[in-house]
């Protein structure tokens, strides 16, 4: 099992920045594929940006350029660096981790889809003011 908590939201103006975090906990979790995810009232749930075992990452192209996702293993922490915010990007922001198919839960091809992800966050909430 994998737990994980978010934190690190808040309110900010556009063109702010914000650092989200996720501590993980479960002893393999460092292996782990992870990603941040968002939600907007009235709106699917979204990738934002994932990061394989290998350290790859991938990004929605809304947030490329802006958006940093980052993991520091040793604390078993995953985060994402948000710079110049806009008020679209404003939602829910959940965390999750999946379980690679090779051995010892080693994930290679960093995901954006929320249903290949089984471990979620409770989530943080983010709000962009205009």
């Known amino acids: 099992q994998v737990q994980l908590v978010e934190s690190g939201g808040g309110s900010v103006q556009a063109g702010g920045s914000l650092r989200l975090s996720c501590a993980a906990s479960g002893a393999t979790s460092s292996r782990y594929c992870m990603g941040w995810f968002r939600q907007a009232p009235g709106k699917e749930r979204e990738g934002v940006a994932a990061?394989?075992?290998?350290?790859?990452?991938s990004y929605a192209d809304s947030v490329k350029g802006r958006f940093t996702i980052s993991r520091d293993n040793a604390k078993n922490t995953l985060y994402l660096q948000m710079n110049s915010l806009k008020p679209e990007d404003t939602a829910m922001y959940y965390c999750a981790a999946r379980r690679g198919a090779l051995p010892g839960g080693y994930c290679v091809t960093p995901r954006l889809e929320p249903w290949r992800y089984s471990y979620w966050g409770q989530g943080t909430q983010v709000t962009v003011s205009s």
């Open positions: 990061l394989d075992s290998n350290g790859i990452t």
